[in-house]
């Protein structure tokens, strides 16, 4: 394999389509969770505009085309999420809803275990309480 040949994330798990349905995924187990009441909580009513936002964010983070940095600039993820209040529990719920939408929309295993350990860390990130 030559260093032309690397394959993202992006590629790895399915590309837009499955960006597309991992995000709705992610966002209707928010919705309907009792766990994730808490994080539920810190959005608003309609979820529409988040989950573009969040579809154009993975589909960058994961290699893919640059949908998120060329209208919002540097993600700034800590910045932007200063005021929530994101401890463990806050984590703990966002992981269940995001593990939970991954098992039902990448077919790859690998590339999902690959996924899970990449968002795990940016998730333990975004703590800013104990």
């Not at 928010?30 to 964010?57: C, N, W």
Request: aromatic share 6%; hydrophobic share 40%; charged share 30%.
């Amino acid at each position: 394999m030559t260093s032309t040949d690397v394959t993202t994330m992006f590629e790895r798990i399915g590309g837009s389509a499955t960006i597309d349905a991992l995000v709705d995924r992610f966002y209707d187990r928010m919705d309907t969770l009792p766990e994730a009441q808490v994080i539920r909580a810190m959005h608003a009513d309609d979820l529409g505009l988040i989950r573009d936002v969040l579809k154009r964010y993975l589909t960058e983070w994961t290699g893919g085309p640059r949908l998120y940095s060329v209208e919002k600039g540097h993600p700034r993820l800590r910045q932007r999420h200063i005021g929530f209040a994101i401890g463990d529990a806050e984590r703990n719920a966002w992981m269940l809803c995001i593990r939970g939408a991954m098992e039902e929309t990448i077919a790859d295993l690998a590339a999902g275990q690959d996924l899970d350990k990449a968002i795990s860390g940016l998730a333990d990130w975004m703590r800013n309480r104990p």
